[in-house]
């Protein structure tokens, strides 16, 4: 216990660095992601991935079922003072107060901070990404390396690609929100994700906690990447996020064409204030 205390003692301490910043040294900047790494694969331009089979309530716009009380311990709350989140150290789970920022539309984000993807972001909050780095850190999770992808240069007509899937420890991300009658509702993640030509759901599948990474700003100052660009859950592969989906998707549309939207008759209005629960699955 000893030790493990004094793990997340140092790394609670080099996440407050994250937040404030400190000055970039010769050789701390994070690798560029555009150079692959050996264990980079090349691939074929993908054909359309496999999703998982209809689900028919969602079709007929029937939403989700009310929340059913779960079976847990007692709640033991980290003492943290982190704005619009808390940590249930017994439950391995952080809670996020964020609001529903779309609920039509291409998606590129699960979630986002406010004033930076939210046109293409389910859920925005106002928690900080470097505080949620360090708070998956306090429920005993690693962070790996977010996935990136970039086209073969030494393919001409642009159809093979170099990938890297993202790396780290696994994470759940479920919604909870109340209806327009105050019922207590809950979805997965992917249950606000569908294919835009078959309606069919985001497929099951883990959000990987790649931990964005560490880069001077235009000021030379070392910063979070993530807490400049708000990618808190990514659903394509900008290469930035703290978690990301379990599979490479290109962000750009000469690759692959746009696919998932929100899916709108699982959701709520837009505004909604919803929680977003991060569970460790490991």
Same mark, same amino acid.
């Given at each position: ?12 301490l ?11 040294t ?14 980079? =694969? ?32 007692e709640?033991?709350? %980290? ?11 017994? &439950? ?14 291409w998606?590129?984000?699960? =979630?986002? +901070?406010?004033e ?8 925005? +909050? ?53 209806d ?8 997965? %993640? ?42 808190? &859950? ?21 690759v ?17 204030? =919803? ?8």
């Amino acid at each position: 216990m000893a030790s493990r205390l004094t793990l997340l003692t140092w790394s609670l301490l080099a996440l407050s660095l994250i937040a404030g910043g400190c000055k970039s040294t010769p050789g701390s900047s994070a690798p560029d992601p555009s150079t692959a790494p050996p264990e980079a =694969v090349e691939a074929e331009t993908p054909p359309r991935q496999d999703v998982a089979p209809p689900v028919e309530a969602a079709r007929r716009g029937e939403g989700v079922s009310p929340v059913v009380p779960e079976v847990e311990q007692e709640p033991r709350y %980290a003492d943290v003072d982190w704005p619009h989140l808390r940590i249930d150290l017994n &439950a391995r789970v952080i809670e996020i107060e964020g609001v529903c920022a779309i609920n039509s539309g291409w998606l590129e984000q699960i =979630v986002c +901070t406010v004033e930076t993807r939210t046109h293409e972001s389910l859920v925005a +909050t106002q928690a900080k990404p470097s505080h949620l780095h360090a708070a998956l850190l306090l429920i005993g999770l690693e962070p790996g390396k977010p996935g990136w992808w970039n086209v073969d240069p030494d393919d001409p007509e642009g159809r093979k690609w170099i990938v890297q899937p993202p790396a780290g420890s696994h994470v759940s991300i479920t919604f909870e929100w109340k209806d327009g009658e105050g019922v207590l509702r809950r979805a997965a %993640a992917r249950e606000w994700v569908r294919d835009f030509h078959t309606h069919n759901l985001l497929p099951e599948g883990p959000w990987i906690f790649g931990g964005s990474m560490m880069k001077p700003d235009y000021t030379g100052v070392m910063t979070y990447v993530a807490d400049r660009t708000g990618s808190i &859950a990514g659903l394509v592969t900008f290469g930035d996020e703290l978690l990301g989906w379990c599979e490479v998707l290109p962000d750009q549309e000469s690759v692959m064409a746009p696919e998932w939207e929100a899916n709108t008759p699982a959701m709520p209005e837009t505004g909604t204030r =919803v929680v977003v629960r991060l569970r460790a699955m490991e």
